[in-house]
């Protein structure tokens, strides 16, 4: 049976394009990319696909952006919002496509809107809530600082993470109201600076990377009487050491079949790749190797697994790879693509 015909997203800053997402045909059998559209848009720091794979939205400077996804994955702008505040720097949809939750690094700000399911424009504000308190890294301004926002699988609570005050925040989600309530709080290590996470298909586990403390920390999530609870299984370098001078873990992405996970590295340019117990959702390292570029922003595997691509933010490129599991290495496919300034990438399969 033929695989579906896939594209690819990519979400650049515009110093001197106003192109700020490129759209690219997949060849997943060759673990290649060929651009074939790009839009319009200023400094869209991430993107993010609905859960009912119709919508894409985007950071700009001006808030908030929607698109349609064409037939053939070019995209169409749908609608502008304002978030009220400054830029954002991560967004994320609840399970039923009826909110938009935007994170601010500068400010400290999660922001919530309103969308239309069957058009995926993006509506009123229903809520804004600034985190408080002093974090313990000079360089970050003693503040607060989302980082990624995102709602756990049961569509319950929306968590927070804030890689300046070294906390999660676990809030619940009024589905009428579009209002969020502190629910509970994650207190992360001093100075591990939680960036990303991510959570298992069956939303049992939490896989939370963290930005100074190079590692990812492992949860086991479950719901008693209403209240949350996040118990810590597990903890796993994203380097060869916890802390490593110089290195700043980057970002965490799940494979289609939810079987690893690839987290990237800043300093020492390196993926790393893991296997997903799938019962007890423990990671098992397989390689942590150099992806020839400066600050892979962002990683991710291929559809198929057989193939990885990283984003290399400061050298301006796309790397490809193909995934030597039995010998776990990777091995270099094909030339870089040059790309400025990459922030993101999706692959989205086309119906």
């Known amino acids: 049976m033929a695989s579906k015909k896939c594209v690819a997203y990519v979400s650049t800053y515009t110093m001197g394009d106003n192109h700020g997402i490129r759209i690219y045909d997949v060849?997943?059998?060759?673990?290649?990319l060929s651009e074939k559209g790009k839009v319009e848009i200023t400094n869209s720091s991430y993107i993010t696909i609905s859960h009912n794979n119709r919508f894409l939205y985007s950071i700009t400077d001006f808030g908030v952006e929607s698109f349609k996804i064409l037939p053939d994955g070019n995209l169409e702008?749908?609608?502008?919002?304002?978030?009220?505040?400054?830029?954002?720097?991560?967004?994320?949809?609840?399970?039923?496509?009826?909110?938009?939750?935007?994170?601010?690094?500068?400010?400290?700000?999660?922001?919530?809107?309103?969308?239309?399911?069957?058009?995926?424009?993006?509506g009123e504000i229903t809520d804004e809530v600034y985190h408080r308190g002093l974090g313990s890294v000079a360089e970050r301004?003693?503040?607060?600082?989302?980082?990624?926002?995102?709602m756990t699988?049961?569509?319950?609570?929306?968590?927070?993470?804030?890689?300046?005050?070294?906390?999660?925040?676990v809030y619940r989600l009024n589905h009428e109201r579009g209002t969020i309530t502190q629910a509970d709080i994650i207190r992360c290590d001093q100075e591990s600076a939680p960036r990303h996470f991510k959570f298992s298909d069956d939303g049992r586990f939490l896989y939370l990377?963290?930005?100074?403390?190079?590692?990812?920390?492992?949860?086991?999530?479950?719901?008693?009487?209403?209240?949350p609870y996040f118990d810590?299984?597990?903890?796993?370098?994203?380097?060869?050491?916890?802390?490593?001078?110089?290195?700043?873990a980057c970002t965490i992405n799940i494979?289609?079949?939810?079987?690893?996970?690839?987290?990237?590295?800043?300093?020492?340019n390196s993926v790393v790749l893991y296997s997903i117990n799938e019962n007890c959702g423990e990671l098992t390292k397989l390689f942590c190797l150099p992806i020839s570029g400066e600050y892979p922003k962002d990683a991710s595997l291929f559809p198929d697994n057989k193939h990885l691509v990283s984003l290399n933010h400061e050298t301006n490129t796309m790397t490809f790879f193909t995934v030597d599991y039995e010998n776990k290495c990777i091995v270099m496919n094909g030339k870089e693509l040059k790309i400025k300034q990459g922030n993101c990438i999706i692959f989205h399969e086309l119906d």
């Open 141 to 150: 301004g003693f503040r607060p600082h989302i980082s990624c926002v995102k």
């Open 153 to 169: 699988r049961d569509n319950r609570y929306l968590l927070a993470a804030d890689l300046g005050i070294d906390y999660v925040n």
């Open 77 to 122: 702008l749908v609608n502008k919002a304002s978030i009220n505040g400054m830029r954002g720097c991560y967004l994320s949809t609840d399970y039923n496509d009826e909110f938009l939750f935007c994170a601010g690094y500068h400010d400290g700000k999660i922001t919530v809107l309103r969308l239309d399911k069957e058009t995926g424009a993006i």
């Open 209 to 227: 990377i963290s930005e100074l403390k190079n590692c990812i920390d492992v949860y086991e999530y479950h719901e008693e009487d209403d209240v």
């Open 232 to 248: 810590l299984i597990q903890t796993i370098p994203t380097s060869d050491k916890y802390r490593q001078p110089g290195v700043a």
């Open 27 to 32: 060849d997943v059998e060759n673990g290649s």
């Open 255 to 268: 494979s289609k079949d939810g079987k690893y996970i690839l987290a990237s590295n800043a300093g020492e």
